[in-house]
């Protein structure tokens, strides 16, 4: 039992570059969620999934895509990266229900030059 | 919209001290409360939560009572180690607000010997 998963765990991009950062979970959790975390802000939430096939914006969602096309991966996707998106990302998932705890990735730190 | 406030932090103690982390929040439900805590290079860890009004978390020595009347969740222990030092975030998840799990900004301690 992994629980939740991340990679890269760094990476460097310049501005206008693409990537995925990847994630899943091996505890068939119906909720997903991706923060990003910056000094003296807490999380923010980028996007959230409550199932297969249904995803939905968070507070900070532009420039950013997510699908969820099973029920253990939610990649995130930087369209065109830019320096305002360097920060410190974290997944996390949740059986379901709001009550039930988060479980939360290592983080990927993402530096955007 | 829901919101967490969490007192400013670095908060600096002697090994022993006694702890004090406000916590209050904005919610138009009956949202569940947490505390996770953050060690230096990981991810978010539950810490503790409590899900109804009048409820006490409770683990490895700290507490936090539900309080609906003065919308708290105050994070306490009664003496601190070195291996507390860490960021602990207040955080609600309130099921009206879309499953969506809000965060405080987090509070840095750091405990010395």
């Known amino acids: 039992n992994a629980g939740v998963t991340q990679t890269p765990k760094f990476q460097v991009l310049k501005t206008g570059q693409s990537m995925t950062l990847q994630c899943a979970q091996d505890m068939n959790h119906e909720y997903m969620s991706w923060y990003r975390q910056d000094p003296g802000m807490g999380l923010r939430l980028i996007h959230y999934?409550?199932?297969?096939?249904?995803?939905d914006q968070g507070e900070v969602p532009n420039g950013y895509n997510v699908s969820r096309s099973t029920t253990e991966d939610f990649p995130l996707r930087l369209l065109s990266a830019a320096p305002s998106q360097t920060s410190v990302y974290f997944c996390?998932?949740?059986?379901?229900?709001?009550?039930?705890?988060?479980?939360f990735g290592p983080g990927t730190r993402l530096t955007v030059l | 919209g829901d919101s967490v406030t969490q007192m400013e932090g670095p908060v600096t103690l002697s090994e022993e001290a006694f702890l004090t982390i406000n916590c209050t929040y904005t919610?138009?439900?009956?949202?569940?409360l947490f505390w996770y805590v953050q060690y230096p290079g990981e991810g978010l860890q539950l810490l503790l939560k409590?899900?109804?009004?009048?409820d006490k978390g409770s683990n490895k020595g700290f507490e936090a009572t539900y309080r609906k009347e003065t919308t708290s969740f105050h994070l306490e222990k009664g003496s601190v180690q070195v291996s507390d030092s860490a960021v602990y975030f207040c955080a609600l998840s309130d099921p009206t607000g879309g499953f969506k799990t809000i965060f405080g900004a987090g509070t840095r301690l750091f405990v010395k010997a």
């Open positions: 999934s409550v199932g297969a096939g249904i995803t």
């Open positions: 919610a138009t439900g009956y949202p569940s």
């Open positions: 409590a899900t109804k009004a009048d």
């Open positions: 996390a998932s949740r059986l379901h229900r709001s009550t039930d705890t988060q479980y």
